[in-house]
């Protein structure tokens, strides 16, 4: 008698042993679907809280602001150094009767001045483009003082010093010298302006500021 050919057994999981069963079945928490969705899920809600303000004290405040400050009159330093020397040589050299102690050095000097308020210099490269100041009530009105300090030096300050350069070669020329009182004026309010903000978020902060450095200048006769 001839052996009938092995019938195929159909899948019946019922009839498997459990551990064929689990063998089969991947677990539904190490599912691919399951392990994407968990790790989107804790991305986004770090990136949530991560978010979320947080309670910034008035100290912390302060340090922050003041670490802006010190950014701020680091990098101008050299300008405002420059732009009052400038108006000192106007005053005494070129309005004035007083000689250079080393006259052939006097253009450089005045050229190496406008140097430190223009885009050639690193510092002030820095100051226009590398600040932030922290995002508090205090810190709006430090970014504010900024933008003014910016003005002041890239636009007034240099603009002024270009002034005197020509004043230097061309004495008593009617229309560079009423433009230089002109911008003298306007240095002058905007440098109010700046300290007006300062003085505003030193008061939000309970006096806690680092004070701005800022020429004042002198007026052109």
Request: charged fraction near 15%; proline fraction near 6%; glycine fraction near 4%.
């Amino acid at each position: 008698m001839t052996d009938s050919p092995d019938q195929p057994t159909s899948y019946n999981p019922g009839a498997m042993p459990a551990s064929s069963l689990a063998s089969t079945k991947a677990v539904w928490y190490r599912r691919p679907w399951f392990l994407l969705s968990a790790a989107l899920v804790v991305v986004v809600g770090v990136s949530v809280l991560s978010d979320l303000p947080h309670h910034i004290s008035v100290n912390e405040d302060a340090s922050a602001q003041n670490a802006s400050i010190k950014q701020i009159n680091g990098d101008i330093a050299p300008c405002n150094y420059a732009v009052a020397e400038m108006y000192h040589y106007y005053a005494t050299t070129i309005a004035g009767s007083a000689t250079p102690a080393q006259p052939q050095k006097f253009p450089k000097w005045m050229t190496d001045d406008q140097s430190a308020c223009s885009f050639t210099s690193g510092a002030i490269y820095d100051v226009t483009n590398n600040f932030q100041a922290l995002d508090t009530k205090a810190g709006k009105y430090i970014d504010n003082m900024h933008t003014v300090v910016v003005t002041w030096i890239t636009s007034d300050a240099l603009g002024a010093i270009n002034d005197i350069m020509f004043l230097y070669n061309h004495p008593g020329d009617a229309k560079t010298l009423s433009a230089l009182r002109a911008r003298t004026t306007l240095l002058n309010a905007e440098r109010d302006q700046a300290l007006a903000d300062w003085s505003r978020a030193n008061a939000l902060l309970g006096g806690r500021l680092t004070p701005l450095s800022l020429a004042q200048l002198p007026a052109v006769a």
